[in-house]
T-cell receptor, first 111, second 112 residues
Framework: DTGVSQDPRHKITKRGQNVTFRCDPI?????LYWYRQTLGQGPEFLTY????????KSRLLSDRFSAERPKGSFSTLEIQRTEQGDSAMYLC?????????FGQGTRLTVV | EDQVTQSPEALRLQEGESSSLNCSYT??????LFWYRQDPGKGPEFLFT???AGEEKEKERLKATLTKKESFLHITAPKPEDSATYLC?????????????FGGGTRLMVKP
């Protein structure tokens, strides 16, 4: 399978804990995006990378969130001191030219 | 600020009953309008990209059209397997990062 891969698919964590998600984009796709989707809503942009450089962050991305893309390959999204409001589906997408392809997402539940 | 509004929020159809989903948008110069299909618990699956008013694209029972203010996704003779949430998104011309602004989606249910 050469699509966008996300791990884990599901994560349940206690409030206050830190969590980290991983995204492996389609190889040769230099742009990588993170989106967040809550139930019944469309995805909302969080941040994006061109190669290893993080070029834009949404105001939705509080200082508890950090993303990295070392060496321009896979990316990680870390949420520190999780809150119940962080419960959502976290989607990764990679892009080359005109099309963006999404992974299956990581469903985060904060209890 | 770019905005995308989709209607209806939910749509129930009988198998074979054709209909259309609407996507109204406000954007500071449209670079592209995208349609995605999303099944429960999964990521969005790319369907179409439209770039200019008057453009149409087709795939099986789906046809997407674009005007200067809205896009329609026409579903002809739908089948139960077409049941999903359909998402519309826009990309603005001044958007260097090419990120997408999504609407809230239309949940389509097709009954046999």
């Amino acid at each position: 399978d050469t699509g966008v891969s996300q791990d884990p698919r599901h994560k349940i964590t206690k409030r206050g804990q830190n969590v980290t998600f991983r995204c492996d984009p389609i190889s040769e796709h230099n742009r990588l995006y993170w989106y967040r989707q809550t139930l019944g809503q469309g995805p909302e942009f969080l941040t994006y990378f061109q190669n290893e450089a993080q070029l834009e962050k949404s105001r939705l991305l509080s200082d508890r969130f950090s993303a990295e893309r070392p060496k321009g390959s896979f990316s990680t999204l870390e949420i520190q001191r999780t809150e119940q409001g962080d419960s959502a589906m976290y989607l990764c997408a990679s892009r080359k030219e005109t099309k963006a392809f999404f992974g299956q997402g990581t469903r985060l539940t904060v209890v | 600020e770019d905005q995308v509004t989709q209607s209806p929020e939910a749509l129930r159809l009988q198998e074979g009953e054709s209909s259309s989903l609407n996507c109204s948008y406000t954007v500071s110069g449209l670079r592209g309008l995208f349609w995605y299909r999303q099944d429960p618990g999964k990521g969005p699956e790319f369907l179409f990209t439209l770039y200019s008013a008057g453009e149409e694209k087709e795939k099986e029972r789906l046809k997407a059209t674009l005007t200067k203010k809205e896009s329609f996704l026409h579903i002809t003779a739908p089948k139960p397997e077409d049941s999903a949430t359909y998402l519309c998104a826009v990309q603005a011309r001044g958007n260097a990062g090419n990120m997408l602004t999504f609407g809230g989606g239309t949940r389509l249910m097709v009954k046999p």
